[in-house]
T-cell receptor, first 113, second 110 residues
Framework: NAGVTQTPKFQVLKTGQSMTLQCAQD?????MYWYRQDPGMGLRLIYY???????DKGEVPNGYNVSRLNKREFSLRLESAAPSQTSVYFC????????????FGSGTQLSVL | SQQGEEDPQALSIQEGENATMNCSYK?????LQWYRQNSGRGLVHLIL?????REKHSGRLRVTLDTSKKSSSLLITASRAADTASYFC??????????FGAGTILRVKS
């Protein structure tokens, strides 16, 4: 069982470049999430999608956009990367929302130079 | 802003000892969850406790919730070297957001 799959695992960007982080889950979950993790700060919610066709901002949405492409896939786009976006990004999914446990991917380590 | 705050920030114990981590939060919650993260890996769910529950067990893990004090604790009994990891509490207010604390780093020495 693959669970939640994130690609790529590592990425280095130059300031101003754009990129899309991909996330797919094979558990037929309705809800999907994007978090970023910075040292000493735990995980902060960037965007989430409660169900296919809906997206909502989390705690730190500035500089990011998301697309819930279908029930399986939820992508995170950085339009113009900044050094402050250097972080580890985690995608997660849940059957029906935050009232149940989240399943996490293995993360994408992003460096913006 | 983070809802949950773990205490201590770091904990170092000998194998076989018990480890206790605490989490405090600020607002009313629907549920509180604990996760483990091994170095360089994603988070793994440990236990979910709902606001109307006071205690839950799972193997060597025991979680308590005191909504009057807005706090929770995670107890790991008879710790093993493999328990070395970061532990996070996360709270769900009423909605679809799960908000994480900064975590406790646990080191179990063999």
């Amino acid at each position: 069982n693959a669970g939640v799959t994130q690609t790529p695992k590592f990425q280095v960007l130059k300031t101003g470049q754009s990129m899309t982080l991909q996330c797919a889950q094979d558990m037929n979950h309705n809800s999907m999430y994007w978090y970023r993790q910075d040292p000493g700060m735990g995980l902060r919610l960037i965007y989430y999608s409660a169900s296919e066709g809906t997206t909502d901002k989390g705690e730190v949405p500035n500089g990011y956009n998301v697309s819930r492409l279908n029930k399986r896939e939820f992508s995170l786009r950085l339009e113009s990367a900044a050094p402050s976006q250097t972080s580890v990004y985690f995608c997660a999914s849940s059957p029906t929302g935050a009232n149940e446990k989240l399943f996490f991917g293995s993360g994408t380590q992003l460096s913006v130079l | 802003s983070q809802q949950g705050e773990e205490d201590p920030q770091a904990l170092s114990i000998q194998e076989g000892e018990n480890a206790t981590m605490n989490c405090s939060y600020k607002t009313s919650i629907n549920n509180l969850q604990w996760y483990r993260q091994n170095s360089g890996r994603g988070l793994v769910h440990l236990i979910l406790i709902r606001s109307n529950e006071r205690e839950k067990h799972s193997g060597r893990l025991r979680v308590t919730l005191d909504t009057s004090k807005k706090s929770s604790s995670l107890l790991i009994t008879a710790s093993r070297a493999a328990d070395t990891a970061s532990y996070f509490c996360a709270t769900q207010e009423y909605g679809n957001k799960l908000v994480f604390g900064a975590g406790t780093i646990l080191r179990v020495k063999s």
